[in-house]
């Protein structure tokens, strides 16, 4: 049975740091785009940062950028954010998601959290809490 699940989430101070694990079982990471997303309370899911595991292409939203980095080890089969800087707004429940992709036309950036793009496993999300 195919299936992501994530782990590492926890409670820090703010500017402290946490890094999330997302491992894959019955199915190879290799050929997926890998993509974090979350969901704070009573807002919407949104994308945060993403991988493609072949090619080692990463995207990362703004509000991600220079604080987060993504980052995989095959032999785990596993894809990790490393989350540093940590404010009080990164506060939510963080997911992973894999959807299948043919790296001559993927690109990270553009694809990454494309509205068009689905997402075929998703974990069962973990969370994270950030606060003084």
């Known amino acids: 049975q195919a299936q992501l699940v994530e782990s590492w989430g926890g409670s820090v101070q703010p500017g402290g740091s946490l890094r999330l694990s997302c491992r894959a079982s019955?199915?190879?990471?290799?050929?997926?785009?890998i993509a974090w997303f979350r969901r704070a309370p009573g807002k919407e899911r949104e994308g945060v940062s993403c991988m493609s595991v072949e090619a080692g292409s990463t995207y990362h939203v703004d509000s991600a950028k220079g604080r987060f980095t993504i980052s995989r080890d095959n032999a785990q089969n596993t894809v990790y954010l490393q989350m540093n800087s940590l404010k009080p707004e990164d506060t939510a429940v963080y997911y992973c998601?894999?959807?299948?992709?043919?790296?001559?036309?993927?690109?990270?950036?553009?694809?990454?959290?494309?509205?068009?793009?689905?997402?075929?496993?998703w974990g069962q999300g973990t969370q994270v809490t950030v606060s003084s």
């Open positions: 019955g199915f190879y990471l290799h050929n997926y785009a």
């Open positions: 998601a894999a959807h299948a992709v043919d790296i001559r036309y993927w690109r990270s950036d553009v694809n990454c959290f494309d509205a068009k793009t689905p997402y075929d496993y």
